[in-house]
Structure formats: C-alpha cells, structure tokens
C-alpha cells in the first residue's frame, strides 16, 4: 500500500522556520525521485524541491537558499527544512514520489512526473 504523510506544517511569522516531514512507505520511498509542491489558493501546483534516489537536489529559483530537503532513508522519511519564510510561502505544501524513476529534473522537479502524493499540510507565514 502506497501511502505519504505530512506533517510539520503551521503557522509562522516571517523571516521564521519550519521543518516539514513525509513518512513513506518503503515501496514508495526506496528508488523513487521525491518533491516537496506547493499550492496557494487559487493558484497552480508548483514544485519547490526534489531530491532523487541517489540523493541529488533540485529547487526552485523561489526556495533556493532558503529551502533545504533532505531524505533520512533509515526512517523512510523525506524532509523539507524551510528558513526565512515570506508571506508568499503560504500555502497548502504536498509530498510527492514519483512511479518508476528515481532521477532529478530541474526547478524543482523529479525527472518523471509523480505518481504518488500525500494529503497536504497547511503553512501559513504572516
């Protein structure tokens, strides 16, 4: 069962930090690119940083140097450490894993597009 769960989300003020957290099944999490998208209200889902099985990064020009996202494979857990928030980071923010490659693409984005995502955990900079 292929399954993502967030949490870590909440509120803060800006110029703050927050760290988020995806558990992962190990089916899912093993050999597949993972991301961390956001999505703010009435807004499309956009890509903010990807990390592939080997463990190479890619961010979005709006996150870098902000953001880092790391994988802590003994636990199965993907993580997005977010400094200096702005106001503009607010945003419903999803793990995501793709289907079958593990490559990194570019902005902020996995080679292949995902197959997988978790529920959404709710970040609110004001």
């Known amino acids: 069962h292929v399954q993502l769960v967030e949490s870590g989300g909440g509120s803060v003020q800006a110029g703050g930090s927050l760290t988020l957290s995806c558990a992962a099944s190990e089916y899912t999490y093993s050999a597949n690119c993972m991301g961390w998208f956001r999505q703010a209200p009435g807004k499309e889902r956009e890509g903010d940083a990807a990390i592939a099985s080997d463990g190479r990064t890619s961010y979005s020009g709006s996150v870098l140097g902000r953001f880092t996202v790391s994988r802590d494979n003994a636990k199965n857990t993907l993580v997005l450490q977010m400094n200096s928030l702005k106001p503009e980071d607010t945003a419903m923010y999803y793990c995501?894993?793709?289907?079958?490659?593990?490559?990194?693409?570019?902005?902020?984005?996995?080679?292949?597009?995902?197959?997988?995502w978790g529920q959404g955990t709710q970040v609110t900079v004001s």
């Open positions: 995501a894993a793709t289907r079958f490659s593990g490559r990194i693409g570019s902005g902020g984005y996995c080679y292949s597009l995902p197959g997988y």
